[in-house]
């Protein structure tokens, strides 16, 4: 099936530090996605991304987090400065099409990110 | 407050068994559903989706939907160990041009024994 990539699958880094988590998602697919999963719990959403901008934010992305997709490279969620409470698992999706209009979103590995 | 709620949190089912998993939205204008499992260290993975009243059969699994009670069900027979998996339902709603969150359950932990 589609597979969206994700780099580096797990990170250590002292709270404060920047990080940026990779993304690489399915070649054709033009939504792309973040969604952070704490202890193997509940998939939270974060933000959705089309056309180079961000469509829609969840109350977790706070001002610290970004995103972006330059042209030609990955889908990147930035975090400066990192906290405690980040520590996470950090899924990207990306879907054909809107997934409000019933489309698949498929999921990397996941990056796990440990803030210390 | 959770939107997608599921039941139960986790299940234990001996091989070959049924299992029988559970969702229930607080939102009527979600209109589309999925199931979505889960192997440990792994992404989820959509299994199946469902947007129309009634079963939706894929080989061993059959999910229902009852968009009058909200309510989105996922049976597996035959249960093999290699289905034990955390088990996510997943929601969304149209909303125009919106683009739509989808909107997860906290899991159901099934366990496959052999």
């Known amino acids: 099936g589609p597979k969206v990539l994700q780099i580096p699958s797990h990170q250590i880094i002292d709270m404060g530090q920047m990080v940026t988590l990779n993304c690489d998602p399915v070649s054709n697919h033009l939504y792309f996605y973040w969604y952070k999963q704490i202890l193997g719990q509940q998939m939270e959403f974060l933000v959705n991304f089309y056309n180079g901008k961000v469509m829609e934010k969840s109350k977790l992305f706070k001002d610290q987090f970004s995103v972006e997709r330059p042209d030609g490279s990955y889908f990147t969620l930035k975090i400066q400065p990192t906290a405690l409470e980040d520590s996470a698992v950090y899924f990207c999706?990306?879907?054909?099409?809107?997934?409000?209009?019933?489309?698949?979103?498929?999921f990397g590995e996941g990056s796990r990110l440990i803030v210390v | 407050q959770q939107k997608v709620q599921q039941s139960p949190e986790s299940l234990s089912v001996p091989e070959g068994g049924m299992a029988s998993l559970n969702c229930t939205s607080s939102d009527r204008n979600f209109q589309y559903f999925w199931w979505y499992r889960q192997h440990s260290g792994e992404g989820p993975k959509a299994l199946m989706?469902?947007?129309?009243?009634g079963d939706k059969k894929e080989g061993r699994f059959t999910a229902h939907l009852n968009k009058a009670s909200l309510h989105v069900s996922l049976h597996i027979r035959d249960s093999q160990p290699s289905d034990s998996a955390l088990y996510f339902c997943?929601?969304?709603?149209?909303?125009?041009?919106?683009?739509?969150?989808?909107?997860f359950g906290a899991g159901t932990q099934l366990i496959v024994i052999p």
């Open positions: 997943a929601a969304s709603e149209h909303r125009g041009s919106a683009l739509g969150r989808l909107h």
């Open positions: 989706s469902i947007f129309s009243d």
């Open positions: 999706a990306s879907s054909l099409g809107q997934g409000a209009s019933g489309n698949t979103l498929y």
